[in-house]
């Protein structure tokens, strides 16, 4: 049958958009599968960000990759990475265009929503030992209790030693939880607003309930908790303000769907985009890259891109000041020419909660990478909104390229709204867009996406990498 003149102009003109996996053949679906199966193992290895910072550093040094030294000129093909305090890495590869006339930036965070705990946690109550908890970016509290919690971080000593702390992950692990009431004595609980049905001083912990055998030692159940903390890591209970400890749901990721098209986990937001970045960069830097590649981890996004591992501080400009000075050449002169895209998640439209959502400007789960012009809340409150020219640029890449993608907003202009780094780095004088991985769920202590649209972000990447810009 021949196509309607009406039928012709609609293909011409019309944006389209396809489920990919009804587009993608059954051997390119099967190639999506096998590049997750080491994301989920990521996503277990990685859960908070020094873990991330860790597990890719021993990556980066397999694959020839050493510390970055500040001065040094670097030759074409050489990698470098310069770790943050160990909660943020910059890595990348010199290319062999010249660095005054910009580099690639690839920029996602390694932070998630979770209960950090207190500066002084620990405590007894009624023969129990807790652990006060103050959640770290925008956790919905109610998601937090009756669930298996495990307990992640560093404990810098006295004498200036550090210990990692790994807690509930393994099979044998013991885990934690945050109690709620049980529904036969929650009739004054139940009338709270959802936001204040756990309020933060409720997210406390339960660690123990054995007492210390001993006739005149008081809060006995506490002092067990330490001595087996002690025994263990040599941790007092001093050492809490030096540590970085957080409470994070315990276990691993999963398959979703009996077609396993779905991968859930803790901290998609924002690991999916922080492990695609480092495949792209792994996978681009194999030939002679022509741009110099500069793949950024960022910390503390979620709470707003402060202190000096966010990319509110000056970290990375201090970092390419480094790169360009042994060629003479001015950091702005660098990211004046430089091209970013800030590889972050975006919110999938949820059927069981179409309200929020404006459906024509939503991504979708399997509809593949999406592009976000502009980010921001109400008017685009706290916006980086892309120069036109650079959308176009980055669009046509992936048209070229044939990777799947979309556009989406967070939701419906007035319901909320939220940022990423790409205002930091736009402030910077970078050309700057936000991309990456549509989250269902996002921020819960389970998140899921899509497969398919994993794999198209890794594309999205490593086509932007590559190509001339
Ligand atoms: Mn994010
Ligand atoms: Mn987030």
Redesign the pocket.
Known sequence: MEKTKGELLKEQLFLKSENATNLLSDAELQKVQDFCEPYKKFMDDAKIENEAVAVTVELLEKKGYRPFEAGKKYMPGEKFYSSNRGRALIFGTMGSRPIEQGVKILAS?IDSPRLDLKQRPLYESEELALLKTHYYGGVRKYQWVARPLALHGDVYKKDGSVVHVTIGEDENDPVFMVSDLLPHLSKDQNERKLKDGIKGEELNVVIGSQMFKDDKASEKVKLNILNILFEKYGIIEGDFLSAELTMVPAGKSKDVGLDRSLVGAYGH??RVCAYTSLMAELDYTEENPEWTSVVVFADK?EVGSDSNTGLHSSFLKYFIADLAAAFNVPARTVLSNSKCLSA??SAAFDPTFPEVFERRNSSFLNYGVCIVKYTGSGGKNGTNDCYAKFAGDVRRVMDDAGVIWQTGELGKVDQGGGG?VAKFISALNVDVIDIGVPVMAMHSPFEIVAKTDVYMTYRAFYEFLKAKL
């Open positions: 965070h937001d924002d996004e972050d998640v990423t």
